[in-house]
């Protein structure tokens, strides 16, 4: 069984930075892929982007540029800093692995 908690969330203003973390409870981040998603009011969760074991990212086109994931595999945690933030931004975000996912943690992006 696989523990994820995310952290570092909040409300920001636009144009703003966040950065979030996911903390494992194990050393999986070295073995597996992960990805970010997120869910909006009223949509559908979707997928941010993701980073491999191997430290690859690849990102949607609404974050490319602004999104950047990393891994800190010492601290078994994956990061997601979010710069240049938008309104459309705001969602609850979410990290997985395999089939575990953490509760997610909110981020406003208002004014």
């Known amino acids: 069984q696989v523990q994820l908690v995310e952290s570092g969330g909040g409300l920001v203003q636009p144009g703003g930075s966040l950065r979030l973390s996911c903390a494992a409870s194990?050393?999986?981040?070295?073995?597996?892929?992960m990805g970010w998603y997120r869910q909006a009011p009223g949509k559908e969760r979707e997928l941010v982007g993701g980073?491999?074991?191997?430290?690859?990212?690849d990102y949607v086109d609404s974050v490319k540029g602004r999104f950047t994931i990393a891994t800190d595999n010492a601290k078994n945690t994956v990061y997601l800093q979010m710069n240049s933030l938008k309104v459309e931004d705001t969602a609850v975000y979410y990290c997985?692995?395999?089939?575990?996912w953490g509760k997610g943690i909110l981020v406003t992006v208002s004014s």
């Open positions: 997985k692995v395999l089939r575990f």
């Open positions: 194990g050393s999986i981040f070295s073995i597996y892929d």
């Open positions: 980073i491999t074991s191997g430290g690859s990212t």
